[in-house]
């Protein structure tokens, strides 16, 4: 099974859904195998994916036993990249959803579903609730967006230590892929100064994601910013992330490699 990667945050409009998007979306390009996961109840990553398009069938289906993993995980027309819904149409299916990611029952969805995948890139809700605990219960790192702004960063230590609980109580192999600045414009510097002084730098990306409209059109077409004529700027800094995220890994594998596993090319 490849990375489980739960992108999430304390706080809402950070751009959750847009990273998961788009960073998924770089890394297909780099010829990993991609599948997106829609965990917000709200449906945020169907919405910025066209994904209804193509079905309405999604995690609900497989908790209900409705649906097959083959319904439910579409494929992108490149077939680069896969994506998966919640599955909520009504509001019953919300409480449902809920009630069964606090009894465990969606992150065994979720991991079924993951074993043919180099990265799944879960979109959470906002906040701290029962589905967000599910979900890092279940995966290999977290991922957090945030916004340079006084709130979000004096409210950050809360959010990471409820990640220190559930890595003591629930997932023991837990670990914070990084925290990456979104939608950062000139007038931010005070507040990400602040962020960076609060941050290991072990654990804040150096790559950063502008402030750029085109990330709004990109949202009204429904597609990854690289798609978007006039995005190749923005697109830029989720190739740049994915290069920055490949690079931790490489050098944190390489240290765990010792001359004997030198075999050579054949």
Do not use: W
């Amino acid at each position: 099974m490849g990375k489980i990667i739960t992108v999430a945050c304390h706080k809402g409009g950070v751009g959750k859904t847009t990273t998961a998007l788009n960073l998924g979306f770089s890394l297909s390009r780099f010829g990993q195998k991609v599948l997106l996961i829609d965990s917000d109840p709200q449906g945020a990553m169907a919405i910025a994916s066209n994904l209804k398009k193509r079905t309405t069938l999604g995690l609900v289906n497989l908790l209900k036993n409705d649906a097959l993993p083959e319904d439910v995980v579409v494929y992108t027309k490149d077939n680069l990249m896969a994506i998966a819904g919640n599955g909520i149409t009504e509001p019953e299916d919300v409480f449902f959803f809920e009630r069964e990611a606090r009894k465990g029952n969606l992150g065994k969805i979720i991991r079924s579903i993951a074993k043919a995948y180099d990265y799944v890139f879960i979109d959470s809700p906002a906040g701290i609730g029962n589905i967000v605990t599910a979900l890092l219960g279940i995966s290999s790192s977290i991922l957090m967006p945030i916004h340079c702004r006084t709130i979000a960063v004096r409210t950050l230590p809360s959010f990471l230590r409820l990640t220190q609980k559930i890595r003591e109580k629930l997932n023991p192999d837990l670990y914070i892929e990084g925290v990456i600045i979104t939608m950062i414009d000139p007038q931010d510097s005070e507040f990400c100064e602040e962020l960076r002084n609060a941050v290991p730098p072990s654990v804040l990306f150096q790559t950063v994601i502008p402030f750029d409209e085109s990330f709004e059109t990109a949202s009204v077409k429904a597609a990854p910013v690289a798609l978007i004529p006039g995005g190749e700027s923005a697109a830029r800094a989720y190739m740049n992330l994915a290069m920055e995220l490949k690079t931790r890994e490489l050098s944190g594998r390489k240290k765990d490699i010792s001359d004997k596993d030198v075999e050579g090319l054949f």
